[in-house]
């Protein structure tokens, strides 16, 4: 790669990840990017590093501008690894550096760097950094993701270099909106953006909001968001933050995604009737194996959609792993505003689709009950029970969204019954 310019004397400096397909158990089909930026002003500065596998790109990027000793201030927006693990090495070559930085993210810095040798500057939201023509805000962004985040708001260029939110994990050669929109196509972006909300920011969706609400307040002009993976976002930034407050507004599709796993083919088999009803309602339906599915891809249906059912069979008396898995995983992202079920056969003690709902419970959603269980094999008796649970959990799904306005695809499959 090479600098590239995104604003008068702003660089992109980063690296493309073209083949990482595993970012801590979190599948990324098209790789990613760790993007830094580095100001050629009066005062040189780096915002960000990059992933320590990388330094070396993002040192030869620097070096094509300018003699990386120069580099005066070192901005770190957050402290995990993809965006700091290279800051020993750039301040080998820049060991002058100031580094701005949060009192959470020195104090985590602390435990992954011996940092007695370089020079701190703790910052807060409102404190400024001038480079000479540049003047840098800076705006704490606690829990969005980590507690040291934070963002860096160049003023004379009304960019908001944003760290992890608004990013995607997205390895392109396009490094814009636009370029990127020419080349492939804008869905393709759109899904990007949501892929990495629901797996990444999920759990945050109140603080997006409130800190949304916050830059208006400070009435921060924003022509250019730049974050730390994917795309850059200058051709409409308003879009991405229009997405941004949809999402935190827990808008979802009028869509069932059933969730299962299966021993014999016996709660494999319950999906089908299952999924009769809820077409026959006219509600979307889609249904995911999940050990055919990588988890990060279930989160992302189950999330973008209203409803979730899930299907288990009985093991030893409780929930088949895959299942339990993968409901660990959700409840961590604390998913709100779904409507919830359970079904699956069991042998002789049943328990699995019981320790379904008392997740559901736990996580706050509401749920549709009783949940179908089938012994052993299900009979035509069974089917029909199962179609007519799928009607109802529908009926109820379209009940959930008529609460909420609109959707995240601005489709849905039976608009009329959402009405
Ligand atoms: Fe891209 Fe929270 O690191």
Not at 53 to 64: A, G, H
Not at 137 to 159: A, G, N, Q, R
Request: net charge neutral; with cysteine.
């Amino acid at each position: 790669m090479r600098a590239i310019p995104i604003s008068p004397a702003i660089y992109w400096v980063g690296a493309i990840d073209w083949a990482v397909r595993d970012f801590h158990g979190y599948i990324t089909p098209n790789g990613t990017s760790y993007n830094n930026y580095l100001i050629v002003d009066k005062q040189v500065t780096l915002v960000d590093t990059v992933k320590h596998d990388f330094c070396e790109y993002t040192i030869d990027n620097i070096r094509s501008l300018v003699d990386p000793a120069t580099i005066e201030n070192v901005i770190v927006n957050h402290i995990e690894n993809d965006h700091a693990s290279s800051l020993d090495r750039i301040m080998e070559l820049a060991p002058k550096a100031l580094i701005h930085i949060t009192d959470r993210g020195k104090k985590a810095l602390d435990r992954f760097f011996d940092t007695s040798r370089w020079r701190f500057r703790i910052v807060k939201t409102g404190d400024t950094l001038n480079t000479g023509t540049k003047t840098i805000t800076f705006i704490e962004t606690p829990m969005l993701h980590w507690p040291d985040s934070m963002m860096s708001y160049v003023k004379e260029d009304k960019l908001l270099i944003s760290q992890d939110a608004f990013g995607q994990h997205l390895a392109s050669s396009a490094r814009f909106d636009d370029e990127f929109c020419d080349q492939y196509s804008v869905t393709a972006l759109d899904h990007a953006v949501r892929d990495y909300y629901a797996n990444i920011l999920m759990p945050f969706g109140a603080l997006v909001k409130t800190k949304l609400a916050e830059f208006e307040k400070l009435g921060l002009q924003i022509a250019l968001i730049a974050p730390d993976h994917g795309i850059i976002w200058r051709k409409n930034p308003d879009k991405i933050l229009q997405m941004y407050r949809d999402m935190a507004n827990d808008k979802a599709d009028l869509r069932v995604v059933i969730v299962y796993d299966t021993m014999w083919h016996s709660t494999e088999h319950m999906t089908i009737p299952i999924m009769q009803g809820i077409q026959a309602a006219g509600v979307d339906v889609e249904v995911l194996k999940l050990r055919s599915t990588p988890m990060s891809v279930a989160i992302k249906r189950v999330w973008e959609s209203r409803a979730m059912l899930v299907g288990t069979p009985t093991l030893n008396n409780i929930m088949f792993p895959s299942v339990a898995e993968f409901l660990t995983h959700l409840r961590g992202l604390r998913p709100k505003n779904r409507l919830t079920g359970a079904f699956g056969s069991y042998g002789w003690g049943g328990g699995a689709v019981k320790e379904a709902y008392e997740i559901f419970k736990k996580m706050g959603l509401e749920t549709v009950e009783p949940g179908v269980e089938v012994l052993y094999r299900p009979s035509p008796e069974d089917d029909k029970k199962c179609y007519e649970f799928g009607k109802q959990f529908a009926e109820k799904t379209i009940v959930l969204q008529k609460k909420f306005d609109g959707t995240l695809s601005g489709t849905c499959r039976n608009p009329e019954g959402a009405k």
